[in-house]
């Protein structure tokens, strides 16, 4: 009988705007949640079999939920460089605690006392070790992360691998015999400039590298380093008497400079080992940019890599999602990189509690890369991306429901009166 339909279809009717003020009422109370992603509940009609004539055979309505996980969300600037937000496509990986991996767009990421990062959530974010070599981020899966640890490197040093010098020498300079130079290892040694560089050993002592440049001929210079420790004679790597110093030179070898331009008529990179208590270090010192002119001005500029023992003053996280430790002397070090995950239809992951989303075979495998790449958004340090679900949008929603409900259960009782006068009609 139709009327039992019409009793079923304001049920369905009603059971449908429920669900409609459940997602609303989601909505509202995540409105100021982190990366949280908006639930809407769509209509889908349902029909018994009915055609064109006879009595219709009313069914009702049908419900799907369904998640705005692909929409963005607005940005808000904030003051911790933990917080992360990603300006286009992507998601964080995180873990729970029982090391499931999740995705997620909530960067509210706090340092936790063994140095992971959480969120507030809960779920702890992952990425590659650097230490490991460069990372290689896989086409279908998930694998191959790890926790990102800003304690891992604890305290600790670098050593010195590489360094450079830049500086224009003068063409004009006096050439000095190269049996009187620093490399002949002679009393009364000349040389025609000199610089110094800081390095570090494998357990963080300073090792200060003295450089000296010596006009051997027209268009040559000699190079020449010494380890300053092994010096008596204030700086020069010979004592004041003229002995040899203790530490013989490290390096030594001829600069060619191109009469036409001034500059060297080829690479030239240095390499040798760096003082360490009898451990092997080699280090290569680019000499390449060096330049001859006619001038007396000897302005060198140089810089070399590692740093002496020292723990991890603070990390920054740049657009590519590279994490690098700060430390005390200002010196920074690559330790992780944050990938972004990716799937083919991201409004199909499963959520789960802690706004983070499960894969589904709807959603499609999962393919990671870095920020910046490809198809991948950038990684913003110091902004977090807000809730996509608009309060007046929701509100409105939310009287639109209630008055769907209010008219279903209208039909219910009009159907109802119906039955009554059906079976009234016996008496």
């Known amino acids: 009988m139709s009327l039992y339909g019409v009793l079923r279809s304001g049920v369905s009717g009603m059971n449908a705007q429920g669900s409609r003020l459940a997602t ?3 909505n509202i109370a995540n409105a100021n949640t982190v990366g949280y992603k908006r639930a809407s509940t769509e209509f889908s009609s349902m029909v018994i079999g009915n055609s064109r004539s006879g009595s219709y055979q009313p069914a009702g309505v049908t419900t799907q939920t369904r998640y705005a996980i692909g929409e963005a969300g607005s940005y808000l600037s904030t003051t911790s460089g933990l917080d992360l937000a990603i300006t286009g496509s992507g998601f964080f990986v995180v873990q729970d605690a029982g090391g499931t991996p999740y995705l997620t767009r909530a960067g509210s990421f706090v340092e936790q006392p063994d140095g992971t990062l959480k969120n507030a959530g809960g779920f702890t974010l992952l990425g590659y070790d650097l230490s490991a070599g460069t990372p290689s981020p896989s086409a279908n899966s ?5 926790p990102v640890n800003v304690n891992a490197l604890g305290m600790t040093a670098s050593p010195t691998t590489s360094g450079y010098i830049t500086a224009t020498l003068n063409s004009n300079a006096d050439v000095i015999a190269a049996a009187d130079a ?16 800081t390095a570090y050993d494998n357990l963080g002592n300073q090792v200060m590298l003295d450089v000296y440049f010596t006009k051997t001929g027209s268009n040559e210079w000699e190079y020449a380093v010494f ?4 010096s008596t004679g204030g700086g020069f790597p010979y004592a004041a008497t003229g002995t040899p110093a203790v530490g013989p030179v490290l390096s030594t070898g001829t600069l060619n400079f191109d009469p036409t331009n001034g500059k060297l008529t080829g690479p030239m990179i240095a390499s040798f080992s760096v003082p360490n208590d009898g451990s092997t270090q080699t280090m290569t010192l680019d000499l390449s940019g060096m330049t001859q002119l006619g001038t007396t001005e000897f302005t060198p500029t140089g810089d070399t890599d590692g740093n002496a023992a020292q ?7 740049s657009n590519e999602g590279i994490v690098y430790a700060i430390f005390g002397d200002g010196t920074r070090k690559a330790t992780f990189q944050i990938p ?7 409004d199909n992951l499963t959520p789960v509690a802690g ?4 894969i589904s075979m709807d959603s499609g495998d999962p393919s990671l890369g870095f920020a910046g790449s490809s198809s991948f958004g950038v990684i ?7 809730s996509n679900a608009d309060m007046a949008t929701e509100l409105t929603a939310m009287i639109e429901a209630q008055r769907g409900y209010t008219a279903n259960s209208k039909v219910f009782q009009t159907g109802s009166d119906l039955l009554d006068v059906l079976v009234n009609l016996k008496r």
Request: glycine share 8%; hydrophobic share 35%.
């Open 355 to 358: 706004n983070a989303y499960s």
């Open 24 to 26: 609303t009422a989601d």
């Open 142 to 146: 998930l694998t191959g992360l790890v």
């Open 380 to 386: 913003s340090s110091g902004s977090l991306e807000q």
């Open 340 to 346: 972004l995950a990716n799937v083919p239809s991201p």
């Open 182 to 197: 620093p490399s002949a290892n002679a009393a009364g040694a000349e040389y025609t400039n000199k610089t110094s560089l």
């Open 227 to 230: 380890d300053r420790a092994g």
């Open 311 to 317: 723990s991890v003053d603070s990390i920054e996280i």
